[in-house]
C-alpha cells in the first residue's frame, strides 16, 4: 500500500531533452546485431546485409526511449 501511495506522486514522461528512440536489429539465428543509431532505415540495412552474407532471414528489432519521472503536481480529489 505505501508503495502505491509514493508511487501516485510521480508520472513518467519522454525525455525532453532525448532526440527520440534508439535502434538496432538483431538476427535471430546467429544473435549478431546491428549498430545502435535512431534510423530504421540502419538497420533494415544491416539486415538486408547479414542476409546477403550468411543466407539468415528472421531478425528481431529493439526500440527504446528514455524517460524521465516528475512529481505530479495535479490535485487529486
Ligand atoms: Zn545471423
Known amino acids: 500500500m505505501k508503495k502505491t501511495l509514493a508511487a501516485a506522486v ?17 538476427c535471430k539465428e546467429c544473435d549478431e546485431r546491428s549498430v545502435v543509431v535512431p534510423a530504421q532505415s540502419v538497420g533494415d540495412l544491416w539486415a538486408m546485409t547479414h542476409s546477403g552474407s550468411t543466407g539468415h532471414t528472421q531478425y528481431r528489432e529493439f526500440a527504446a526511449s528514455d524517460l524521465v519521472t516528475e512529481r505530479d503536481r495535479r490535485k487529486r480529489s
Not at 10 to 26: K, L, M
Open 10 to 26: 510521480w508520472r513518467v514522461r519522454p525525455d525532453p531533452a532525448s532526440t527520440g528512440p534508439i535502434r538496432y536489429v538483431q
